[in-house]
Nanobody, 120 residues
Framework: VQLQASGGGLVQPGGSLGLSCSASGSFFGINTMGWYRQTPGKERELVAGSSSSGTANYAASVKGRFTISRDNAKNMVYLQMSGLKPEDTAVYYC???????????????WGRGTQVTVSS
């Protein structure tokens, strides 16, 4: 499974930015898709995740400002970020849990990160 993320960049505080991520390759199914982020010297933290049925969970720090959505037919996940703050600056990584067959174990796959910088 390969994950390709796009949409990062520089935005002013209070601004909005959208990220997208597509999954490709050979797999039987995808369960959860979502986003983590990481800043230098800190552990990677969950930003938002979405189950295949669309149930979403968010980090407390982004709840109400970020919205995750996905298109199962296209194997894509999106993250719409608004009300951005300097502390949202990080490298954002998309991930998915997928398996290669009905009986294979679920595995977590990661995309390359995309930089989001919130600064005036």
């Amino acid at each position: 499974v390969q994950l390709q993320a796009s949409g990062g960049g520089l935005v002013q505080p209070g601004g909005s930015l959208g990220l997208s991520c597509s999954a490709s390759g050979s797999f039987f199914g995808i369960n959860t898709m979502g986003w983590y982020r990481q800043t230098p010297g800190k552990e990677r933290e969950l930003v938002a995740g979405s189950s295949s049925s669309g149930t979403a969970n968010y980090a407390a720090s982004v709840k109400g400002r970020f919205t995750i959505s996905r298109d199962n037919a296209k194997n894509m996940v999106y993250l719409q970020m608004s009300g951005l703050k300097p502390e949202d600056t990080a490298v954002y990584y998309c991930y998915c849990n997928a398996r290669s067959s009905r009986t294979a174990p679920w595995r977590t796959y990661w995309g390359r990160g995309t930089q989001v910088t919130v600064s005036s």
